[in-house]
């Protein structure tokens, strides 16, 4: 669990530099940061927004979990 000082940190930060504040939560290779870059391109509102919604909503250790881990091959 984040406490409250790391999250309003990080809300801070996404709103100065909003692909930051996202690689900060959830790295800097990942969906999130790319599509809070390209939206920060386009436009300096949407980035923020879309980095506020990624750092308080989304949750990655939600999506991958044992049940639902990603099965990679191995040759």
């Known amino acids: 669990m984040v406490s409250s ?3 309003c940190c990080e809300i801070l930060i996404a709103i100065l530099l909003p692909p930051v504040g996202v690689c900060l939560r959830h790295g800097c290779c ?3 940061f790319f ?3 390209v939206l920060t ?3 300096y509102l949407p980035g923020i927004i879309y980095a506020v919604y990624a750092i308080l909503f ?3 250790d939600d999506y991958f979990d044992e049940c639902r881990r990603p099965i990679y091959y191995v040759a």
């Open 5 to 7: 000082c790391e999250l």
């Open 41 to 43: 391109c386009l436009g």
């Open 58 to 60: 989304l949750n990655r």
């Open 35 to 37: 599509i809070c870059l």
């Open 30 to 32: 990942t969906v999130e």
